[in-house]
């Protein structure tokens, strides 16, 4: 009882300070009580509603190729992976999945690729250009990798408005253990500060759970997230991934990716956090459970049907029922039920529509 009283106090500072120190961060998610991560939600969702009120938004996700040319140990696209079916869509296949997308009401796409060589700078651009310009209501995301300043400025300049890199781990050296010695935690960084500089709204993150993952490196990642500032911030559980090098490591506690949820929240009181689809697939009603702990996105699948199930990155990734763009209408009910409310509009990060006089 005293500490579940130490524990609010503790909860009620991080509230009002959106911050607190490493040492107490530590205590709070070494704490695995209900009422302490109950707490934790109840303040969370409250903040998210002094922003955001009860909107969640969506973003289409197009996954439009599972070519990779990196071999990180976790991911099932890999480029080791030799069982991996790869596909790559068209410009044609891509712009159809946006058509279907803004008949359904999305007002933002992402596109979500493996860092795969085929799509430089000079077949990038004139398709983000023709997404812009089809689709001028509507943010465009982009998710693919790591590339130079150079692009990352050619890709702003053609129109994209947002760009999602996970941070991966903010521990060099636990990076060095996720990530072949031709990957560079150093580069990670760097690519994330660039692509803040060329104008991006940008989006960081990390996995809850992965291998070799401690306490203190999830601390880590709590005070790069809050020095660094980003508009959006993605994270969901590890889930074991066939054919990779680390299929039988344990998967991530859902418990904990919630409380950190709740956490990033109260650290970052206007990011934009979904609940992403690693959660859905760790736990049933895994969405709706990110959604009341803070989250306040949703990426349905805007892929089509036939080469969802290629995107890979862990095993039984959810790719139909409630996950898909077509069960939009369900989507909306379940997010009612709990008492929010899918909104089709851009929802861009809400001090970025004022520098750009841009509120659609
Ligand atoms: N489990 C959970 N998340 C994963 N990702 C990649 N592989 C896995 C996995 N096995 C995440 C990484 C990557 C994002 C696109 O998906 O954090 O940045």
């Known amino acids: 009882m005293q500490n579940t009283e130490k524990m609010r106090k503790t909860i009620d500072r991080l509230t009002a300070d959106t911050m607190l120190d490493p040492q107490e961060l530590k205590l709070l998610l070494q704490d695995n009580s209900n009422e302490t991560a109950e707490y934790l939600r109840e303040q969370a969702d409250m903040v998210r509603r002094r922003t955001y009120g009860n909107s969640v938004y969506i973003r289409g996700l ?60 000079e077949r990038l651009v004139p398709l983000i250009e023709q997404i812009k310009g089809n689709y001028p209501d509507c943010a465009l995301t982009l998710s693919i990798g790591e590339r130079t300043p150079e692009s990352y400025r050619k890709l702003r300049a053609a129109g994209a408005d947002r760009y999602l890199l996970r941070h991966e781990t903010a521990d060099p050296k636990h990076y060095g253990r996720l990530h072949p ?20 709204q940008t ?93 306040n996105v949703v990426m349905p699948n805007l892929s089509p049907v036939s080469v969802r199930k290629k995107y890979n990155i862990y095993d039984n990734k959810l790719a139909t029922g409630c ?12 997010m009612e039920k709990i008492g929010y409310k899918i909104e089709k509009i851009k929802g861009n990060y809400p001090t970025f529509d004022r520098k750009n006089g841009d509120d659609k």
Not at 224 to 249: L, R, W, Y
């Open 203 to 295: 989006g960081c993150g990390f996995m809850v759970g992965s291998p070799f993952q401690t306490i203190d490196n999830i601390i880590g990642d709590l005070m790069f997230i809050k020095e660094f500032q980003p508009e959006m911030v993605g994270i969901g559980p590890f889930i074991p991934a066939s054919n990779t090098p680390f299929v039988n490591e344990a998967q991530g506690s859902v418990e904990m990716t919630l409380k950190l949820i709740s956490i990033i929240r109260l650290m970052n009181p206007m990011v934009l956090l979904p609940a992403t689809t690693a959660l859905g697939t760790a736990s049933e009603d895994g969405r709706a459970k990110g959604i009341r702990a803070g989250a």
């Open 62 to 121: 197009i996954e439009f190729t599972n070519y990779c040319k990196n071999d990180c140990y976790y991911c099932g696209i890999r480029c080791s992976n030799k069982k991996a079916d790869r596909y790559r869509l068209s410009k044609e296949e891509i712009l159809n999945c946006c058509e279907t997308g803004h008949e359904l009401g999305f007002r933002t796409f992402v596109l979500q690729g493996g860092e795969d060589p085929y799509w430089t700078d």
């Open 181 to 200: 010695a031709e990957m560079s935690h150093s580069n990670r960084i760097e690519c994330l500060r660039a692509l803040k500089s060329s104008g991006f």
């Open 323 to 334: 996950e898909t763009a077509e069960s939009l209408d369900r989507l909306c009910l379940n």
